[in-house]
């Protein structure tokens, strides 16, 4: 039978559950120790592996988070019994064993005097006792160690964040990010510069960016995850630009079935019917007496190759250009077709702009996956880039392996005369694209020698075709190989000019003949 | 009774005794203690502290019968508990009676118990542990309460019977008198060469005795208290897994289980003092070392280093924590 008066029993209860709770802080404080250190290790990881440190604000949630859980979890599953709180409650509250016997006397029922006296005694005391006073909160000795590990992982990314030990998978992934950096940059470079000669706003605008990346990651110290997110960042930039295009040239594309060309195709087909028309208004311009007859023929080629294409304000403009045409009217065809031909500049911008944004994009996601993977990718990506030229490498006859130099892969600096037509220099008006190079057939020529003693280095050279004589008589040819002739020179992308000397120096050859 | 009849009691007796003895508080203290735990006393100081009139002292204030035996070795067993003796009737017939001896008393002082052989102690420890002696085959039972102040002088070893353990185990609390202050024996002089002495006013009659007796073992006992005074018997075995480090060093054999029972009673009478209906950790401490000094028996090594059982008692005491819970 139990004798314990109630508040003799609410009196331990108190002391049991102050006691539980500080017993299970400790051990919380002790598994939020331990995990902070586990945040730390990960953190001094990095200098080994690529691996990204947790921020310090979410390593102290995620230690408090810890710590509350463990603590709240032993509470209800460790709590302290009454009597082992009794005693400590004696020991420390100097009630000098009166709570303990009190409750040990009391659940045996005892009633003789002294027991009854024993209980009133312990439970006017144990009522009147301070629990804080006798069961104060006092940290453990180590628990300097959680705010030393928090100043640690705060201090970490000043200090020795993105720091790598060489030789280690965290080195080689910094190694690939600057590596990516560099190469981003060169790539942003001779974007910049292609799109200077170009209507590319949106390409134009995400160059820089695209160099600014590479240069950061070239200047600063960057963990894998960081630069990832920054490329993956500029990368849905880039994404979004390419949308918009995409549906500015959607809205411009005619409707048909099945699914758009190739960008590629559909812009080499652009290109060369700007230069046709830029061609044929020149030409209507500068003597619109001649023959319109020509003009007429090389305005329905225009047509007929564009067909599919053109937009259909492109269209009707050609149209109009033929009737003025036929009617004789050179000047105002001029006029059209000088609209047609802005219409298509635009288009053909929209669709330089579309690629420029793709290739930006493409670079960003190889970088991504060089990084991703570390130094295999980039061991990868640098057999991949040497497979997928068509030309055997040199290789020395010796054993020491040929280094290629550096830059050796990257796009040739920009010439004093890039971007403009051959021997014209640096003008506003723009004759064709680009000079590009000669698409001469390309000859592995092997060098031959003795070996000498250090490093070999190879870099590619290309130059020109080997010069031969003509082997074939000069003799007549229908039109259709002309004009198929003068198709290959529009693909080959010869410039206006050169097809017109090479047309007039056929007819000169068939004079003489 | 009760508790605070038990302890103005108490005080009663302890003011009249120390109205007539100077000085040794704790002395006193214990030896009442003691004797209200029913137990004895083996009291070990040099002549002329006091000893006697302690124990005269406190048997008037108790209104109890007193005897002293001052031991020597021609004392015979006889001597102490009586022996038979021829008697002639008035028609002049011969018959035998018991002479009681002056151990049939309530208080005695047994003056210089080492003094006498082994056969004599044996006659006054029998007494002591049975209340009762056998004498020409007859048992007589001594009256309660019965309490036994032995002395021993500890500076004249020489030609004398040290109480073999077994002896030694019978007394509850083994106390050391020791030599008054300057300012006690100035006490002293003024008290007793003056024509006016103190002398005891009887403060407590025998029934009050045997109510404080019987109270006392009233007294509830926590079972971690009770672990903790075993605990405390094993640290001063050498050969437990809980000896003290100097036990384990220093002692042959350690404290008997009457060393758990002496604990107890007198934890039981001193709280009791206190106020308290139980025993605490802090009775079992401050009685420690009375109880189990002349329970402990050293080694050679320790024989030879000459350490204090009181050193070993305090080691274990040290080394025995109250909880074991406590520790986290």
Redesign the interface.
Known sequence: MNEIPELLEQGVRRAARRLALQ?AFRAGLGAGTVFAAGLAAAAVATLVLPLSPVPIGLTLIATGSVITLVTGFLMLVRPVAPM?AA??L??RGGL???A???L??GESG?A????R??LD?ATSRVETINLRAVFPWRLPRWAWVMPALALFMALWPSTLGGVAIPGTPAHRTQQAIKREGSRLEQFARSLQSRARSQRVPQTRRVAPQVRDLGVRMQQERLERAEALARIGELSRQIEEARREVDGRLRSQAPQREGALPQELFRRQALQQQVRQLRELTTRLRQNPEAAPTDALQRLGEITQSGEGDQPAQVRRQLERAREQLQQGNAAGAGESLGEALRELEGLESMLADAEGLRSAQQQLERSQRAIASGDAGAREGEAAEDQSQSQARADAPGENAPEREPGADALPPEGPHEGTTAGQGRVREKMGEPTDRLEAARKPERLRGAQSEGPVSSAEVVGGGRQTTARRKAEAVSPTIVAQADRAMENARTPGRYRALVRRYFERLARLR | MTPEEFTSSFDRIRAEVRKVIVGHETLIDHVLIAFLAGGHVLLEGVPGLGKTLLVKTLAQALELAFSRIQFTPDLMPADIIGTNVVMQDAEGRRYFEFQRGPVFTQVLLADEINRATPKTQSALLEAMQEHAVTAAGNSFQLEEPFFVLATQNPIEMEGTYPLPEAQLDRFMFKVKAEFPSAADLVEIIDRTTVVEQPHPAVVASRDVIRQMLRLAREVEVASHVKAYAARLILATHPGDSRSANMARRYVRYGASPRAVQALILTGKVRALIAGRANISFGDLKALALPSLRHRIILNFEGEAEGVDPDAVILNALDETPELEEAKA
């Open positions: 017993r082992t005693r400590l004696d020991l000098e064993e009166r303990s016997t009190a040990e006397v005892a003789s005097v002294l027991a006296r024993l005694d």
